[in-house]
Structures are given as C-alpha cells and as structure tokens.
C-alpha cells in the first residue's frame, strides 16, 4: 500500500524571455495502481514525471509518498525507480553491473546479497542470459527489459515510466505492453506512466490523466474519460480516428433540441435530442460531437447526407471520410458497409451517443447518455 | 604491360565485366592526382631523407653526398648531446601531453552545463590555440622577463623566485615553463573534442544515476570517464605525435632547451651537417611509428 500524493504541484521556468508555465496545479493521489498521464508533446506530463522523481525541482506545491514528503529530498532518496525513453542505460557496463548500480550506491547490502538480488529480477525478466553482455550489444526489447530490471531490483515504492515504449516498433511495442500490464498486476506497485499514445493509456491505465497546456483536464478511469469528455480537447485526444465535432445552433422543436451543424454552405439538421436532456436554451451557439463508430451508414432513418471522400480497408472494419459542406466526417463502420469514394450516403446519427460542449469554453454540456451517472439519465 | 592489363591483374577477382573494368580503371585514374601528389610531396621527400642519412653532404653544391653507412647513426647514439635531447624532448610531450589533456578535460567539464554567454566562452578559450604563434610567444616572454615581466613579479611576492635570471635563461626552469606554455597554447584542441563527446553522452544516464544514489564523484568515475575513454586516447595519441614534433612553441620562447627537432634543425642547418640532421629526423620517426604501434596495440583499433 503505497501512496503517492501530488498537491497543486506547480512549475514554472523564468529566464529572460519570461515565464513559463509548465504545469499548472496538478493534484493527484496514486494508490496501488497504474496511472498514466496523457497528453500531447509539450503538455507537462514529462515535467510532473520528472518532478515527482526529484529530476525537476517543484516550484509550488508538495509532492508525498507514503505520508512523507518528498518534494525537497534528493531522487535517490525517495525510493522510486525510473525508466526512461531511452532507456537511460549506462552504455559502459555490463548488464549485471548496471542492474547493481543502484543497489551499490543506495543500499547497504554486500556484493553477495546485490548479486543474489539482480540475479533473481533477471530470472523474473528472462534476461539472466544476458547478464554479462554489454549493454551496447543488446536489441531494443533487450534493453527495454534490462532498463526494466534495474528499476524493479531496487524494489520501490513508486514507479515511474517515461514513454517507455515509444522507441520500440509496433509489435515489440504491443508484446512489451501486454508483458509491462502482466507485471504491474503481478507487483501491484504504485505507478505512473507517461506517454501520447492514447492506445496505451487505454489499455494499460487504471485511470488515465488527460492534461493539456499543464493543466489536468480529466481524471478517471480509461472508459470513464472515452465516454464522458470533460471538454472539447479530451473528447479530441481520446479516440481513433477523433471524435467528430461541428460547430452547431440549438433549434427548439417541441421536446426535442435540434442541434443545427454549420457547414459551411448552410446548415443541416444534424441530430435531435430530448429537450429536458440537458441545458442548453433556444438558439445557442455549441459544438456536438459524435465518435466515429457511432455515426452509422446503413439506416434506413438517415439525418443528412454526406460524399465519401477516401474509404479505408482496416481489415476489421473500415475508415470511411466524408464531406458534408466544408465540414468532413469519419464513420468506422463494419467491413461490410463499403462505399467507393464519391458515393453519396445517408448517415444517422444516434441521439443518445450525442456529445455537446459550450460553444465558448468547450466544456462538456452533455455527453453520450448511455454512460452518464444514473441521476441525469433518469430522463 | 599496358594500363588495362595492370587493372585486370590487380583486380582480376573482382572485374568480370567490361563495366566493371572500365569503373576500375575510372577508379585509377581519379586517384591518381592525389596518390601523384602526396608521392612528390611526402614519399619522395622521406625516401630522400633516408638516403641522405647514410651520407655525408658536402658543402659544394656540385659535389655529390658522399655515402658513409651507419656512421651518423653511430655518432648519434654515442653522443652525449643527442641523449640528453631525447630526454628533454620526452620530458617536454609526456609533460605537455599530460597538462594539456588535463587542463582540456577540466575546462571542457566546466562548459558541459548551461550558463549564459557559453558559446562566447567557448570562443574564448579556443583564442590561445588559433592567435598566432609569434605573437602569443612574445607576450609569455614579456610577462616572464625579469626586469618587467609580471609572473617574476607574482612569484617574488609569494617568495619563490628571488634570482636575478629570467626563468627562460637557466636550464632547470626554462623546461617546465615551456611546458607550461605549450600546453596552455593546445589544451584548446583537448578542449574541443572533449565538448563535443561530452555532449553526445545522454542526459538521462545521469539522471539514472542520480535516482540510483550515485554522487556527482561516482558519475564521473563511472559515466563520465569511461564514455570518453576512446577520446582521450585519441588526444594523447595525437598531442604526443605533434608535442615530440614541436619546434615553434620551444624555439620562440628559449633557446636554451635543446629538443630533437631543435636539434636536427641546428645540426642541418646551422652546422650544415646534412646528413646528420637527416639522421636525427629519422630517428625522430622511428621513435614516433613505435609510439604510434604500441599505442593501438594497447588501447586497440577500434578505440583510436
């Protein structure tokens, strides 16, 4: 049971063109499960990685693990182990001798008990072969699972992952992933993952941290944040291909809410909800916005019309682009539903997979029903 | 033999077709200005120079040298003079060697962090290596002369210099000061290349280690050094050959050290022995390829 507390931590770089703001506030308690913090290059996630190793000073805010805090003490000290995108593995030693760095210098055990110790992590790692290879001679998964087995022998309380995986190719990647998830089950340890690939933060997070602009958007479980987008910018993030968004007036029909897309050319009437749904008044400026796989091309009860600009064959199921206007469209849908490009397609709209955001800040204004807390589905 | 016949040999095995002979034959033929060119100015210069130190050179141009065998060598290695040179000249590159690579490391550690100004910094220390020799002579000269100069000066405060000799004029202190200046004058070339590999050296291994406990001490023993091991090899190897070649930075600054190639300089061209100094520049060489040998044997090919 470990805890790690992250409390308004805050950094901020001045020099003489002036300051940045490279996170903002961010608070998150880790316990016992894999976080990841996700968001585009430059967002602050590496940053707030590398504070919470002690790599980056922490301009306001406390960092705490198990109670104590930590946000002044020196990395070593705090008793985590990194892995970095690079590996970060000492290129000149041996991989016994790297795996028994940080045990050499942040331990007291004597050499026997260093060398029983690496000795039993790269039998769980399956890389006890290699123990004696140079670093430099190692393949890339060879390396990832070194740079693995040096964190995990010093047996921490916190673990930390930066884009661990983004120098592997794809299928390295994807056996590496299953093996990394396989691994924190087993271990159970606290552990924070920072990467921009949605994928991985699908698959492998407990909860998932959207931050963009060093601000943490959103917090919570991965199917949580897929289904309920706080704003524009994580309903964007998440998902592949992205959420559809059009710029769109609210039109008052009786009990329903017509949500009137612009296009360019004019407006179509791309869906309709129930009114008392959620609040939004007669003529609003918003943004709704529909996950590809939910636009659906084979119903009979079709909302508009759309021109299919490319078509992709994706093996289980296809990509299909679309120009409605100015505005283009992307559906997944089953393998069978294929049209050529330059087919015209009726495409409906499901209501209740429906998101809309305020039209100004962004923020969620409702999302897909289906997945919404019970109170505000009761309608 | 014609040329085609010559490249058909040569490159029997691998020409099988008139293409490819006739790309050979291109080959040939594009390097041989520079094969030309390096025979006339570096082979045939040596060869000339071996053969002139089997001689005696008269001073009458239109005489021939006069072939004596070994009887220069003979004279060299019986002579006082030559082996007290070649003490002095390895005393002044292993010295050189040494505190210019030193130094050059040391400063090059200094400049691996940010700070403001550090490629102008950069720039200056680069200035001893790249000011003209002549010029950075004179000034070590007028800062170590004793009526004016300003280290005498230093030193006397301090109380250790209290002779009336300048430190360039007595035997027993113009050899480390010439040390000194020598190695001031190219450390910057140390300097240089240790930046460069300095820098190629990643970041996050030393952050690795700073989560793995390892103090700033530790990191250089067990980052730092060994990452730029091949490096210094290459530094000493190379300050070596040309610190046992230095003629300038000695000369301009005293006469009173007598290195080797001060030596066949005299020998040649002040005494007008020919044949002598052609001897001593031979040995000069010899020394250097067994330096040269040893060295890769020790440190291996691939390092240098």
Same mark, same amino acid.
């Given at each position: 049971?470990?805890?790690?507390?992250?409390?308004?931590?805050?950094?901020?770089?001045?020099?003489?063109?002036?300051?940045?703001?490279?996170v903002?506030?961010?608070?998150?308690?880790?316990?016992?499960?894999?976080l990841?913090?996700?968001?585009?290059?430059?967002c602050?996630?590496?940053?707030?990685?590398?504070?919470?190793?002690?790599?980056?000073?922490?301009?306001e805010?406390?960092?705490?693990?198990?109670?104590?805090?930590?946000?002044?003490?020196?990395?070593?000290e705090r008793?985590?182990?990194?892995?970095?995108?690079?590996?970060?593995?000492?290129?000149?030693?041996?991989v016994?001798?790297?795996?028994?760095?940080?045990?050499?210098?942040?331990?007291d055990?004597?050499?026997?008990?260093?060398?029983?110790?690496?000795q039993?992590?790269?039998?769980?790692?399956?890389?006890?072969?290699?123990?004696?290879?140079?670093?430099t001679?190692?393949?890339?998964?060879?390396?990832?699972?070194v740079?693995?087995?040096?964190?995990?022998?010093r047996?921490?309380?916190v673990?930390?992952?930066d884009?661990?995986?983004?120098s592997?190719?794809?299928?390295?990647?994807?056996?590496?992933?299953?093996?990394?998830?396989?691994?924190?089950?087993?271990l159970?340890?606290?552990?924070?993952?920072?990467?921009?690939?949605?994928?991985?933060?699908?698959?492998?997070?407990?909860?998932?941290?959207?931050?963009?602009?060093?601000?943490?958007?959103?917090?919570?479980?991965?199917?949580a944040?897929?289904?309920?987008?706080?704003?524009?910018?994580?309903?964007?993030?998440?998902?592949?291909?992205?959420?559809?968004?059009?710029?769109?007036?609210?039109?008052?029909?009786?009990?329903?809410y017509?949500?009137?897309?612009?296009?360019?050319?004019?407006?179509?009437?791309?869906?309709?909800?129930?009114?008392?749904?959620?609040?939004?008044?007669?003529?609003?400026?918003?943004?709704?916005?529909?996950?590809?796989?939910?636009?659906?091309?084979?119903?009979?009860?079709?909302?508009?019309e759309?021109?299919v600009?490319?078509?992709?064959?994706?093996?289980n199921?296809?990509? #299909?682009?679309?120009?409605?206007?100015?505005?283009?469209?992307?559906?997944?849908?089953?393998?069978? #539903?294929?049209?050529?490009?330059?087919?015209?397609?009726? #495409?409906?709209?499901?209501?209740?997979h429906?998101?809309?955001?305020?039209?100004?800040?962004?923020?969620?204004?409702?999302?897909?029903?289906?997945s919404?807390?019970?109170p505000?589905?009761?309608? | 033999?014609s040329?085609?016949?010559?490249?058909?040999?040569?490159?029997?095995?691998?020409?099988?077709?008139?293409?490819?002979?006739?790309?050979?034959?291109l080959?040939?033929?594009?390097?041989?200005?520079?094969v030309?060119?390096?025979?006339?100015?570096?082979?045939?210069?040596?060869?000339?120079?071996?053969?002139?130190?089997?001689?005696?050179?008269?001073?009458?141009?239109?005489?021939?040298?006069?072939?004596?065998?070994?009887?220069?060598?003979?004279?060299?290695?019986?002579?006082?003079?030559?082996?007290?040179?070649?003490?002095?000249?390895?005393?002044?590159?292993?010295?050189?060697?040494?505190?210019?690579?030193v130094?050059?490391?040391?400063?090059?550690?200094?400049f691996?962090?940010?700070?403001?100004?550090?490629?102008?910094?950069?720039?200056?220390?680069?200035?001893?290596?790249?000011?003209?020799?002549?010029?950075?002579?004179?000034v070590w000269?007028?800062?170590?002369?004793?009526?004016?100069?300003?280290?005498?000066?230093?030193?006397?405060?301090?109380?250790?210099?209290?002779?009336?000799?300048?430190?360039?004029?007595?035997?027993?202190?113009?050899?480390?000061?010439?040390?000194?200046?020598?190695?001031?004058?190219?450390?910057?070339?140390?300097?240089?290349?240790?930046?460069?590999?300095?820098?190629?050296?990643?970041?996050?291994?030393?952050?690795?280690?700073?989560?793995?406990g390892?103090?700033?001490?530790?990191?250089?023993?067990?980052?730092?050094?060994?990452?730029?091991?091949?490096?210094?090899?290459?530094?000493?190897?190379?300050?070596?050959?040309w610190e046992?070649?230095?003629?300038?930075?000695?000369?301009?600054?005293?006469?009173?050290?007598?290195?080797?190639?001060i030596?066949a300089?005299?020998?040649?061209?002040?005494?007008f022995?020919?044949?002598?100094?052609?001897?001593?520049s031979?040995?000069?060489?010899?020394?250097?390829?067994?330096f040269?040998?040893?060295?890769?044997?020790?440190?291996?090919?691939?390092?240098?």
């Open positions: 049971m470990v805890e790690l507390v992250l409390d308004a931590v805050t950094k901020r770089y001045d020099d003489a063109q002036g300051t940045e703001l490279a903002d506030e961010v608070s998150v308690t880790v316990e016992d499960e894999l990841v913090l996700l968001g585009p290059s430059g602050g996630k590496t940053t707030t990685l590398r504070m919470i190793a002690g790599l980056e000073t922490v301009t805010g406390r960092i705490s693990i198990e109670g104590r805090d930590v946000t002044d003490l020196h990395p070593s008793s985590l182990a990194m892995v970095f995108q690079d590996y970060g593995l000492y290129t000149t030693m041996s016994r001798k790297n795996m028994a760095y940080g045990l050499k210098h942040s331990t055990l004597s050499k026997a008990e260093r060398d029983e110790r690496v039993e992590m790269a039998e769980m790692f399956g890389i006890e072969a290699l123990l004696d290879r140079d670093v001679d190692l393949s890339g998964g060879q390396k990832q699972r740079a693995l087995g040096r964190a995990m022998v047996e921490p309380d673990f930390l992952l884009e661990p995986l983004a592997l190719d794809a299928k390295l990647r994807s056996e590496m992933r299953t093996e990394l998830q396989q691994l924190q089950n087993d159970d340890i606290t552990t924070v993952y920072v990467t921009h690939d949605q994928k991985e933060a699908m698959t492998m997070a407990d909860r998932v941290a959207v931050m963009n602009d060093g601000v943490l958007r959103q917090l919570g479980p991965p199917e944040v897929y289904e309920n987008p706080v704003d524009r910018f994580v309903a964007d993030f998440l998902g592949n291909p992205a959420m559809n968004q059009l710029p769109a007036t609210v039109d008052r029909r009786g009990d329903e017509v949500l009137r897309a612009d296009v360019g050319d004019g407006r179509i009437a791309f869906a309709s909800v129930p009114r008392d749904d959620f609040d939004v008044r007669d003529g609003d400026h918003v943004t709704v916005g529909v996950r590809p796989e939910h636009l659906r091309l084979d119903d009979a009860s079709a909302d508009f759309a021109a600009t490319v078509s992709e064959y994706q093996g199921d296809n990509f #299909v682009h679309m120009s409605v206007g100015e505005r283009d469209l992307t559906a997944v849908v089953p393998p069978s #539903v294929r049209p050529a490009a330059g087919d015209t397609v009726a #495409v409906s709209v499901p209501p209740n429906i998101h809309v955001f305020d039209g100004e800040t962004g923020a969620s204004v409702r999302t897909s029903s289906e919404r807390p019970a505000e589905s009761e309608t | 033999m040329v085609r016949e010559v490249t058909a040999s040569l490159f029997g095995e691998y020409t099988e077709s008139p293409v490819d002979r006739r790309e050979a034959l080959g040939i033929v594009l390097i041989l200005p520079a030309v060119l390096i025979g006339g100015v570096i082979l045939y210069p040596i060869a000339y120079n071996v053969y002139l130190s089997f001689t005696t050179v008269p001073l009458n141009p239109d005489r021939a040298p006069e072939w004596v065998g070994l009887a220069n060598y003979v004279e060299l290695l019986a002579s006082r003079r030559f082996w007290s040179a070649f003490t002095t000249t390895v005393t002044f590159t292993v010295g050189t060697t040494v505190l210019s690579t130094v050059g490391l040391g400063v090059a550690l200094l691996d962090r940010e700070f403001r100004g550090r490629r102008f910094a950069r720039g200056l220390v680069l200035l001893p290596h790249v000011t003209p020799i002549i010029a950075v002579a004179f000269q007028f800062m170590l002369s004793p009526l004016w100069g300003t280290i005498p000066n230093v030193l006397a405060d301090w109380g250790l210099y209290s002779t009336r000799v300048g430190l360039l004029e007595r035997g027993s202190t113009a050899l480390p000061v010439v040390i000194v200046f020598a190695a001031w004058r190219n450390f910057p070339f140390a300097f240089l290349l240790f930046v460069a590999r300095l820098q190629a050296i990643p970041e996050s291994m030393y952050e690795a280690a700073r989560i793995d390892a103090g700033a001490i530790a990191q250089f023993k067990d980052i730092t050094l060994p990452e730029l091991k091949g490096t210094i090899a290459i530094v000493v190897l190379l300050r070596f050959i046992f070649n230095t003629f300038a930075e000695v000369w301009l600054l005293t006469r009173q050290i007598l290195t080797l190639p030596f300089y005299q020998t040649a061209f002040a005494n022995e020919q044949g002598l100094g052609a001897a001593i031979l040995l000069l060489f010899l020394v250097q390829a067994l040269v040998v040893g060295f890769v044997l020790l440190f291996g090919e691939d390092k240098v």
